[in-house]
Structures are given as structure tokens and as C-alpha cells.
């Protein structure tokens, strides 16, 4: 049975040119980049070349980025370093739409003696700038808002609340982790401090992150040890995923229109397929302001682990919200949050594609997804 993946929010196949850069680092050059001598050494100008393309995706300077294992680890350092550089601050902004690394992160400390202020969004997922700007006191010490939602697929106006911050001399981070190679961040011109990116999800294997720290920003490591990383993160360096991640950038930067033509012309045929075609279906989050691969649709009176269930039957891999809250019968926070009709967002299903997918995978899934609902709505027993 051929698979038919549409689940690339929640990770991506490695890309082929990410895996052949990769495979001299485990063969011949395994040696230690921090080394003294000529075999380790050697290495040291690969990882060089990988910071000089990873800041290139961002148009960034190469000393400001830092290697990280995945985009939690660089979600919770970001928070972790402005909270120490700044111990007379006791308060955090983010939003209630979140990754689970941000919120849980900001629910610790909240724990510990912060106040945290979650924005809320309205019923298409969207934020309010007004209550953005009234949520900034004297007293916060870091915003925290994600550049893309990992569910809905909606973009932030990054650009726009990092300058409110900025101007009233807050510390902004931006979780860019769904938004890297979909939406094009130019970090000479968004004044965000910090940014986080994960690898898996531009077609790098899972285990290796970056966090962005702008030149300037105070820094204090949140993984001790020895010298590497300019000292701000210990721990011998990971080389052949950071070269992973090198050559993933710059294939994200190459393949950039095409996401943002091509695979959002995927997304809206699948869309426009299943809601032609499916009744009393709905699409849950902002279609004029999201990632170009990701749409989120809801189906009434069903649930959504049912319809998982039988998609996968036919080698459809398609996710009932972010990987890291599958399981649970209840709607997701996003949601929750969206105000989404319980009989809708029970159902609600994400297909996120990317430049691997076909036209010919598109209307596989057209053609057999009606038939699915129809069959889990005469089981239902949600009845109106």
C-alpha cells in the first residue's frame, strides 16, 4: 500500500541531499570538531559552513546562531536566558495558541512566581493587537509568540509585535519552528530577539534545533558544560546533524516559491475537493493568513480519531492536531480556544503538505475521503 503523507507539521521525510551530506560525518570524518589535532580539527569548518547556511535562511550573521537538539530545547533556553538576564522582571507574554514547549515552559514558571498573560485569539485563531499592547507593562520581562500555528496554520504579525516590544524595551522570541522555509524571515528586517527553528520539519532528522540570538541580546547558557558553541550551549557538537541542518536550509531557502505557490496550489485543490464534495464541513483557522501547506477541516458529528483511523487505512497520514496532543479525546487547546464548536473541533483533521507531494496524491485523497465521512457519519452516535 503506497503511503500518502500529509502530516509534514508534525515531522518530514529527509530529504535525499540532506542525508547524502550527512553520511561522511559518521563514516570518515567522525572526529571532534573542538580537537587539537588535524583528523577533529578538520571538521570544525563544516560546522562553520552549516552556521553560515542556516543564517542565510534568515538573511541573520552566522555568530548569531546557536545549535540547539530541537526546537524545544530552543523554545525553553530563550525563556530560561531572558528570565536570568533580567531576575528584576517577573512577567511573561505569550498566547494561549501555542506550542506545548512555550506554554508548559510558561506554566513552570508561573509555578515559581511569574505572572504569565496568555492572549486569547478570536474564532479564526487570530490575535488582537489591541490586547497585545495593553498585556506589555514595565514589569515583562519577555513576549513569547509563535510565528506560524502548528494546527491552524495561521502567521502572526511577527513583524509588527516585535516592534511594540522592542519599542517599549521588551525582549521578544518567536517560535519560527511550522513558519521556516514556508514563510520568508528576514531577521535584518523583523527585530525579533530570539527565534527558534526545529530540523525535522524542513526535511532534517529529528535531534537537531537553532535558536536565533540577535547580536547584543544578553545571554546565559541553559546547558552548561564546556566551551562549545561560543561557550553559550555545552556538549560536544552533534556534526552530522548540524551539517544536516546546514544543507536542510539552504534546500528550504532554494524551494521557498515553490512552497508558496505550488504546494499552497496542493493544499487549496484538496481543500476545495473535500469541501465540495463533504457536507457540513468547515475550515478551522484564518485561510488569508496561513502557512502554505496547512489546512485544518472539521467535520461535523464525527470523531477524528475515526476518521484518522480509516484514512490510514487507505496510506492517508493526516493528524488530528499537533503530534504532541494526539491521543486525547478532547479537542485541542487551539481550538478550545477558537471557540470551535464541540461537534466540529472533536472532528477536526490537519493535512499539511510539502514539495514532496503530488497532484495524483491530492486526488486520491479526494476521491475516497467523501466515502470515509459518510461511512463514520451513519455510526455516529452524535446525532443533532
Same mark, same amino acid.
Request: glycine fraction near 8%.
Given at each position: 500500500?503506497?503511503?500518502?503523507?500529509?502530516?509534514?507539521?508534525?515531522?518530514?521525510?529527509?530529504?535525499?541531499?540532506? &542525508? %547524502?551530506?550527512?553520511?561522511?560525518?559518521? &563514516?570518515?570524518?567522525?572526529?571532534?570538531?573542538?580537537?587539537?589535532?588535524?583528523?577533529?580539527?578538520?571538521?570544525?569548518?563544516?560546522?562553520?559552513?552549516?552556521?553560515?547556511?542556516?543564517?542565510?535562511?534568515?538573511?541573520?550573521?552566522?555568530? %548569531?546562531?546557536?545549535?540547539?537538539?530541537?526546537?524545544?530545547?530552543?523554545?525553553?533556553?530563550?525563556?530560561?536566558?531572558?528570565?536570568?538576564?533580567?531576575?528584576?522582571?517577573?512577567?511573561?507574554?505569550?498566547?494561549?495558541?501555542?506550542?506545548?514547549? +512555550?506554554?508548559?515552559?510558561?506554566?513552570?514558571?508561573?509555578? /515559581?512566581?511569574?505572572?504569565?498573560?496568555?492572549?486569547?485569539?478570536?474564532?479564526?485563531? /487570530?490575535?488582537?493587537?489591541?490586547?497585545?499592547? /495593553?498585556?506589555?507593562?514595565?514589569?515583562?520581562?519577555?513576549?513569547?509568540?509563535?510565528?506560524?500555528?502548528?494546527?491552524?496554520?495561521? +502567521?502572526?504579525?511577527?513583524?509588527?509585535?516585535?516592534?511594540?516590544?522592542?519599542?517599549?524595551?521588551?525582549?521578544?522570541?518567536?517560535?519560527?519552528?511550522?513558519? $521556516?522555509?514556508?514563510?520568508?524571515?528576514?531577521?535584518?528586517?523583523?527585530?525579533?530577539?530570539?527565534?527558534?527553528?526545529?530540523?525535522?520539519?524542513?526535511?532534517?532528522?529529528?535531534? =537537531?534545533?537553532?535558536?536565533? =540570538?540577535?547580536?547584543?541580546?544578553?545571554?546565559?547558557?541553559? +546547558?552548561?558544560?564546556?566551551?562549545?558553541?561560543?561557550?553559550?550551549?555545552?556538549?560536544?557538537?552533534?556534526?552530522?546533524?548540524?551539517?544536516?541542518?546546514?544543507?536542510?536550509?539552504?534546500?528550504?531557502?532554494?524551494?521557498?516559491?515553490? %512552497?508558496?505557490?505550488?504546494?499552497?496550489?496542493?493544499?487549496?485543490?484538496?481543500?476545495?475537493?473535500?469541501?465540495?464534495?463533504?457536507?457540513?464541513?468547515?475550515?478551522?483557522?484564518?485561510?488569508?493568513?496561513?502557512?502554505?501547506?496547512?489546512?485544518?477541516?472539521?467535520?461535523?458529528?464525527?470523531?477524528?480519531? $475515526?476518521?484518522?483511523?480509516?484514512?490510514?487505512?487507505?496510506?492517508?497520514?493526516?493528524?488530528?492536531?499537533?503530534?504532541?496532543?494526539?491521543?486525547?479525546?478532547?479537542?485541542?487547546?487551539?481550538?478550545?480556544?477558537?471557540?470551535?464548536?464541540?461537534?466540529? $473541533?472533536?472532528?477536526?483533521?490537519?493535512?499539511?503538505?510539502?514539495?514532496? /507531494?503530488?497532484?495524483?496524491?491530492?486526488?486520491?485523497?479526494?476521491?475516497?475521503?467523501?466515502?470515509?465521512?459518510?461511512?463514520?457519519?451513519?455510526?455516529?452516535?452524535?446525532?443533532?
Amino acid at each position: 500500500m503506497q503511503v500518502i503523507y500529509f502530516d509534514n507539521n508534525a515531522t518530514t521525510k529527509v530529504a535525499p541531499e540532506v &542525508t %547524502e551530506a550527512m553520511l561522511p560525518f559518521f &563514516t570518515e570524518l567522525w572526529g571532534n570538531p573542538s580537537s587539537m589535532h588535524t583528523f577533529g580539527g578538520q571538521v570544525a569548518k563544516y560546522v562553520d559552513q552549516a552556521r553560515e547556511q542556516v543564517a542565510d535562511l534568515f538573511n541573520a550573521k552566522p555568530q %548569531e546562531i546557536l545549535f540547539t537538539s530541537c526546537g524545544t530545547e530552543s523554545d525553553n533556553t530563550a525563556i530560561w536566558s531572558a528570565l536570568q538576564t533580567q531576575p528584576d522582571k517577573k512577567h511573561i507574554v505569550t498566547t494561549a495558541v501555542e506550542h506545548p514547549a +512555550i506554554l508548559e515552559t510558561a506554566a513552570f514558571w508561573e509555578r /515559581n512566581g511569574y505572572t504569565v498573560t496568555r492572549l486569547g485569539v478570536d474564532e479564526k485563531g /487570530n490575535l488582537d493587537l489591541e490586547e497585545y499592547a /495593553n498585556a506589555l507593562t514595565p514589569d515583562t520581562d519577555i513576549v513569547s509568540i509563535m510565528y506560524a500555528n502548528n494546527e491552524v496554520g495561521n +502567521i502572526y504579525p511577527i513583524p509588527k509585535m516585535a516592534e511594540m516590544a522592542k519599542e517599549r524595551g521588551i525582549l521578544f522570541h518567536t517560535d519560527a519552528v511550522q513558519a $521556516a522555509g514556508k514563510v520568508d524571515i528576514d531577521l535584518a528586517k523583523v527585530p525579533v530577539d530570539m527565534l527558534s527553528i526545529s530540523g525535522h520539519k524542513i526535511h532534517c532528522p529529528k535531534g =537537531i534545533g537553532m535558536l536565533y =540570538i540577535r547580536k547584543g541580546v544578553l545571554f546565559r547558557p541553559f +546547558i552548561r558544560g564546556g566551551h562549545q558553541e561560543s561557550g553559550r550551549r555545552g556538549g560536544t557538537e552533534n556534526v552530522p546533524y548540524i551539517v544536516g541542518l546546514g544543507k536542510a536550509c539552504q534546500l528550504a531557502k532554494e524551494h521557498m516559491a515553490e %512552497e508558496q505557490t505550488r504546494v499552497a496550489a496542493l493544499r487549496d485543490r484538496l481543500e476545495a475537493g473535500i469541501l465540495a464534495h463533504v457536507p457540513e464541513c468547515k475550515v478551522n483557522g484564518d485561510p488569508a493568513h496561513r502557512l502554505p501547506g496547512t489546512t485544518n477541516i472539521a467535520f461535523r458529528n464525527i470523531e477524528g480519531e $475515526a476518521v484518522l483511523l480509516m484514512l490510514d487505512r487507505l496510506g492517508i497520514c493526516a493528524s488530528s492536531g499537533s503530534a504532541c496532543t494526539s491521543g486525547s479525546l478532547e479537542p485541542s487547546h487551539v481550538l478550545k480556544a477558537m471557540n470551535v464548536p464541540f461537534k466540529y $473541533a472533536h472532528s477536526s483533521t490537519r493535512f499539511s503538505l510539502c514539495r514532496y /507531494n503530488t497532484e495524483e496524491e491530492v486526488d486520491f485523497a479526494i476521491e475516497h475521503i467523501p466515502a470515509v465521512i459518510k461511512t463514520l457519519r451513519d455510526l455516529s452516535p452524535f446525532k443533532d
